[in-house]
């Protein structure tokens, strides 16, 4: 997978295609919470298999740490070791940025991944948009 830092109009339409699929569709999420305010103010980024979007997540920096958000692959895609390099992707734009802690609200069914790269638990489990997630934290 080939993942691009989104600078142009079609590629932010096309990330926020793939976050449509995986969020709204498959998840059930509420449009309106899928896109929200934070999006305008956000770092975006979309993985390509070969030309077909097929991957996208969002980057957007507060207080002393960058806060990966809206991380997803299309179903067909999953499996393929696509989440761990949006997560290195997104990691390393955030040292770019010059901070050195990322924080990310993980769904409960995906927080074995985030610990085997290296995130930890820092709360108890709390709802976001009907989804069980915890908040974890990275030094890096």
């Given amino acids: 997978m080939k993942i691009k830092k989104v600078e142009s109009q079609q590629e932010l339409e096309q990330a926020y295609n793939v976050r449509m699929v995986v969020f709204v569709d498959e998840q059930q999420v509420s449009p309106e919470e899928e896109m929200d305010e934070h999006d305008a103010h956000s770092i975006h980024f979309v993985g390509y298999e070969g030309t077909e979007p097929i991957a996208a997540s969002r980057l957007r920096f507060v207080d002393t740490y960058g806060k990966l958000e809206r991380i997803c692959i299309l179903k067909e895609h ?6 761990r390099q949006m997560i290195e992707t997104m990691e390393k734009e955030i040292v770019a940025q010059g901070y050195k802690k990322a ?25 976001d948009a009907g989804i069980p997630h915890v908040t974890m934290v990275k030094e890096l």
């Fill in 78 to 83: 999953r499996g393929k070791s696509f989440g």
């Fill in 103 to 127: 924080k990310l609200n993980g769904q409960i069914q995906a927080e074995n991944f985030y610990k085997k790269l290296g995130y930890q638990t820092v709360s108890d489990e709390f709802m």
